[in-house]
């Protein structure tokens, strides 16, 4: 009973994550409910569990030993990894990431897919020290294979620009970039299609496409 308890949470997550990415749930429910606030709670109630078995085997090592030793890598591993979870979301910069942010590129027709959901406000180099214009412009192959080196399937090239559409890998969350070229300069732009915090997949996917597009040296 005890086992079973802190092996709870991290079931929980673990089938409502697969769920909500196979689209059986939403993200208001797999997600903010059962992971973060049902699970969250399970996790501390599995802590107590961990520790109860820890209690009843110290009165027999041999037998129940190794079932407490279960429960406390289960329960404090979730546990933990609430924890760490929160806390990077907490000191996370905003899920809508631009290069430029005097003229922020559009998401063109992902914008109607987007629909007016997303984060609220566009942050740039202060939030995302990675977040650097190329200062040239590229060639739209080359704005290809960035956004497909990053994960995103591409959904729209031209001389121009280029789209593409990320989906996370446990919940599948959703990340839409576009890279918008110009002579001189080649601006990105990256933004989750919700408004909750992903702990900087943003700031980390537009790092990545500026850093594959700077020049050599």
Avoid at 156 to 185: K, M, N, Q, S
Wanted: one cysteine or more; aromatic letters at 6%.
């Amino acid at each position: 009973m005890l086992l079973a308890l802190s092996l709870a949470a991290p079931l929980l997550v673990l089938v409502a994550a697969l769920l909500t990415r196979a689209g059986g749930l939403s993200f208001e429910t797999g997600y903010d409910l059962l992971t973060m606030k049902v699970g969250w709670w399970l996790s501390i109630a599995g802590v107590a569990a961990a520790l109860g078995a820890v209690v009843l085997a110290l009165r027999d090592v041999r037998r129940l030993g190794l079932m407490a030793l279960a429960a406390v890598v289960a329960a404090g591993g979730t546990l933990g990894g609430f924890v760490w979870h929160n806390g990077r979301q907490a000191s996370a910069p905003p899920e809508d990431i631009s290069t430029d942010l005097a003229e922020i590129p559009g998401f063109g027709d992902l914008g109607d897919e987007r629909g007016n959901r997303g984060p609220r406000a566009t942050a740039g180099v202060e939030a995302c020290p990675g977040a650097l214009p190329v200062m040239k412009q590229i060639a739209p192959e080359s704005a290809i294979w960035a956004l497909e080196k990053a994960g995103f399937t591409l959904r729209g090239a031209g001389v121009a620009r280029a789209d593409g559409t990320r989906e996370g890998f446990w919940f599948g969350f959703d990340h839409d970039a576009v890279i918008r070229i110009r002579p001189g300069r080649t601006d990105i732009r990256v933004a989750a299609r919700d408004a909750r915090s992903h702990g900087g997949d943003a700031c980390e996917l537009v790092s990545d496409i500026s850093a594959s597009l700077q020049p050599a040296g």
